[in-house]
């Protein structure tokens, strides 16, 4: 008796990885999307979670002025998360699971 595994899944796997590794620049409203500002908080998107804040945001130069103590203090009192790192670490964590169960059944 001869038996036979399908292994495209895990050829795509391959390919999915590979698209994930080195380094990557990703805009913050390719991370933090809708769904998952929507999912942790009661903001519908990033920018309106942003706009809530009382922060600014004309620029990156400008979302990276905002002081990381007061930044941090509004996303512990606005979000589930205690603070702007473990937010994006999640967020990222979402996108990588995203990105490695692309094409596969």
């Not at 589930?80 to 094409?103: C, D, F």
Request: hydrophobic share 35%.
């Amino acid at each position: 008796m001869k038996n036979e595994m399908d292994l495209t899944g895990f050829d795509q796997l391959e390919k999915n990885l590979a698209s994930l590794s080195g380094e990557h620049e990703m805009p913050i409203d390719e991370l933090m999307t809708p769904k998952f500002i929507s999912s942790c908080s009661k903001y519908s998107n990033f920018d309106e979670l942003l706009k809530f804040s009382g922060f600014e945001r004309e620029s990156l130069e400008g979302f990276e002025a905002i002081p990381n103590e007061k930044w941090d203090s509004f996303i512990q009192e606005n979000t589930t998360y205690e603070n702007w790192q473990k937010m994006r670490m999640a967020a990222w964590n979402l996108y990588v699971e995203k990105k490695l169960t692309e094409g596969l059944k």
